[in-house]
């Protein structure tokens, strides 16, 4: 198993900046792929990003251009860099990781953008 522990969410003004953090209990290179999601409410969960272990990223549509990721294999942390925030990337945003063919989640930490 992995667990996956977000950090870094607040309350923030539109256009601004915020970098989450996700720490991993175990080893990323035994990670196949690791990202962020995001749920705001009444919404289904939604890919923000997402990187696998070859090197290739993906991101939604909706944050290409905004949002950065980033890992510290030392660390054993992954990073959304996220700046031009927006109301609408109010949610809860979610560290993901698939080992060994199984998928987990962080517990998520909120992210509200508002003026």
């Known amino acids: 198993q992995v667990q996956l522990v977000e950090s870094g969410g607040g309350l923030v003004q539109p256009g601004g900046s915020l970098r989450l953090s996700c720490v991993a209990s175990t080893s990323f290179y035994s990670i196949n792929r690791m990202g962020w999601y995001r749920q705001a409410p009444g919404e289904q969960r939604e890919l923000v990003a997402i990187f696998s272990r070859t090197g290739s990223t993906h991101y939604a549509d909706s944050v290409q251009g905004r949002f950065t990721v980033s890992k510290d294999y030392a660390k054993n942390t992954q990073y959304l860099q996220m700046s031009g925030l927006k109301p609408e990337d109010t949610a809860v945003y979610h560290c993901?990781?698939?080992?060994?063919?199984?998928?987990?989640w962080g517990q998520g930490t909120q992210v509200t953008v508002s003026s």
């Open positions: 993901y990781a698939n080992y060994y063919d199984s998928d987990y």
